[in-house]
């Protein structure tokens, strides 16, 4: 199994599993993949540095006096940002998991809930501009939250 380092042509970073080099290749050759931020198959490998197994390492003790490694590094800009990008997968995937999916009826269901005649819960679904703005109007809150099209069907 070969874990490569992938980014989209909007500058996303993550990882792919593949069985090769080769099964990577074909699989983006034919657009297969896909980032899972913004549903981009504008794909590219990118630099990786190896995995090293550092089982038997051992945690470096400072020498009694110095005041090295006091405080952890602060981390590079790259690594924040995919910090940033995971913990929004994230927050998406436990939306999804939280709320009904209404799809194209959004508009409707979020009327009968704010009138009362439906059940009080948390629903997503689709809404053109307009319709969120006929909501607001009526005093009924919406987000628009971009959710990737890799979500749309079963997490894998």
């Given at each position: 199994?070969?874990?490569?380092?992938?980014?989209?042509?909007?500058?996303?970073?993550?990882?792919?599993?593949?069985?090769?080099?080769?099964?990577?290749?074909?699989?983006?050759?034919?657009?297969?993949?896909?980032?899972?931020?913004?549903?981009?198959?504008?794909?590219?490998?990118?630099?990786?540095?190896?995995?090293?197994?550092?089982?038997?390492?051992?945690?470096?003790?400072?020498?009694?006096?110095?005041?090295?490694?006091?405080?952890?590094?602060?981390?590079?800009?790259?690594?924040?940002?995919?910090?940033?990008?995971?913990?929004?997968?994230?927050?998406?995937?436990q939306l999804i998991?939280?709320?009904?999916?209404?799809?194209?009826?959004?508009?409707?269901?979020?009327?009968?809930?704010?009138?009362?005649?439906?059940?009080?819960?948390?629903?997503?679904?689709?809404?053109?501009?307009?319709?969120?703005?006929?909501?607001?109007?009526?005093?009924?809150?919406?987000?628009?939250?971009?959710?990737?099209r890799s979500l749309?069907?079963?997490?894998?």
């Amino acid at each position: 199994m070969k874990v490569l380092d992938l980014r989209c042509s909007h500058g996303h970073a993550f990882e792919g599993w593949f069985a090769s080099e080769d099964d990577f290749l074909e699989q983006n050759g034919r657009s297969l993949i896909a980032c899972p931020l913004c549903g981009d198959h504008a794909i590219s490998r990118t630099p990786s540095a190896p995995r090293l197994n550092l089982s038997g390492a051992r945690e470096v003790v400072p020498l009694p006096g110095s005041h090295a490694a006091a405080e952890p590094a602060a981390l590079p800009a790259q690594a924040r940002v995919e910090e940033v990008q995971a913990a929004w997968l994230r927050g998406v995937r436990q939306l999804i998991a939280r709320t009904e999916d209404v799809g194209a009826r959004f508009p409707e269901e979020a009327r009968r809930i704010h009138y009362g005649e439906a059940p009080n819960r948390g629903i997503r679904g689709h809404a053109t501009p307009e319709e969120r703005e006929a909501l607001q109007e009526e005093g009924i809150e919406t987000v628009a939250i971009p959710v990737p099209r890799s979500l749309d069907g079963p997490l894998q």
